[in-house]
């Protein structure tokens, strides 16, 4: 009869420990799947003066693989702790409120003040076989 009873209370002890393993691997899962999420996520730090597109959220209704949903570029004016962040058009007429999550950085043509080099190329001289 003891035997009996030490077996029931063995395998209790066993599926104890199953669940115990069950809950540490979904842990481990779940931390590990957040730290592979987290990594993909960018971290979008605006300064005033910086160049921003905005996204436009109405043009996600309308089909079009390649139409852009991001507008023209405009200038941080100012950022707020709450994720606002205070926009303005380029040439200062537009100015409104936006998300955070609807900005990306703009890396595109920004031109430089200052010196620039020039090269200039010669037409090739062709020497002919005799």
């Known amino acids: 009869m003891e035997s009996v009873g030490t077996s029931r209370v063995t395998e209790l002890h066993e599926l104890e420990e199953f669940r115990f393993q069950a809950f540490a691997s979904t842990r481990l899962y779940k931390e590990r799947m957040k730290m592979m999420h987290e990594k993909h996520i960018l971290d979008r730090n605006f300064k005033p003066g910086d160049l921003v597109l905005l996204y436009n959220l109405r043009l996600k209704f309308f089909p079009g693989k390649l139409k852009s949903r991001w507008s023209r570029p405009f200038r941080v ?11 303005e058009s380029e040439d200062g007429t537009n100015r409104f409120k936006v998300n955070r999550q609807r900005l990306k950085h703009y890396l595109g043509m920004i031109e430089e003040k200052g010196e620039k080099d020039v090269m200039y190329l010669e037409e090739p001289q062709y020497v002919s076989e005799v």
């Open 77 to 87: 004016v100012q950022v707020f702790l709450s994720g606002a962040v205070e926009i």
